[in-house]
């Protein structure tokens, strides 16, 4: 069964970083791209990042182009965004998703790890 | 303002039919594959339809996906109480470079 678990999340001043991490359990990780999708507190689904498989091709929104930065370590089976410059508006609860097709659709998503960026 | 759109809320009785528009362009929609989630508040989003109208496994066939143009649709029949959720269409742009989700549509069971 595909068990994935994202942690991580916390309270940074405005400024500040935070590293998310996703563990992954139940299929070949190195056979998923990855992303993570967020969630501002009462609004809808926002994309963030995504990485192939290899790790060799990262995706950004605009929003966090040059700021964030994603990761795996598919020895770990583990997917990591770094998260730097974090601003008010990076408050959300984030999720990582597994992409199992080529046509950029998500069936297993982690339980959520909230982060709040506040002073 | 989201690149998808969708209708904030719809409501409809338990046994219904409800259909739930997603409309874009030919940048998004109109040239990619289309996949709906269905969200309870406080829990992850779910998959319903994935490449515009297929269910994964578990999935009831009351929920059923369909794309036409710059446009898809979820359709929802035989409306449960449990249906009750926040409903997404995502899809990739190619203009943005990014997968974009719609707004959602927050589906009231009467």
């Known amino acids: ?119 | 303002q989201s690149v998808l759109t969708q209708p904030p809320s719809m409501s409809a009785a338990p046994g219904q039919r409800v259909r739930i528009s997603c409309s874009g362009r030919s940048s998004n929609i109109g040239n990619y594959y289309v996949s709906w989630y269905q969200q309870i508040p406080g829990t992850p989003p779910k998959l319903l339809i994935f490449d515009n109208n297929k269910r994964p496994s578990g999935i009831p066939d009351r929920f059923s996906g369909s794309r036409s143009g710059t446009s898809a649709a979820l359709v929802i029949t035989g409306l449960q109480t449990g249906d009750e959720a926040d409903y997404y269409c995502a899809t990739w742009d190619s203009s943005l470079n990014l997968v974009v989700f719609g707004g959602g549509t927050k589906l009231t069971v009467l």
Not at chain 1, 43 to 57: A, F, M, N, Q, R
Not at chain 1, 90 to 117: H, I, K, M, N
């Open chain 1, 1 to 119: 069964e595909v068990h994935l678990v994202d942690s991580g999340g916390g309270l940074v001043q405005p400024g500040g970083s935070l590293r998310l991490s996703c563990a992954a359990t139940g299929f070949t990780f190195s056979s998923s791209a990855m992303s993570w999708v967020r969630q501002a507190p009462g609004k809808g689904l926002e994309w963030v990042s995504g990485i192939s498989g290899s790790g060799g091709s990262t995706y950004y929104a605009d929003s966090v182009k040059g700021r964030f930065t994603i990761s795996r370590d598919n020895s770990q089976n583990t997917m990591y965004l770094q998260m730097n410059s974090l601003r008010g508006d990076d408050t959300a609860v984030y999720y990582c998703a597994r992409e199992p097709g080529s046509s950029w659709w998500f069936d297993s998503w982690g339980q959520g790890t909230l982060v709040t960026v506040s002073s």
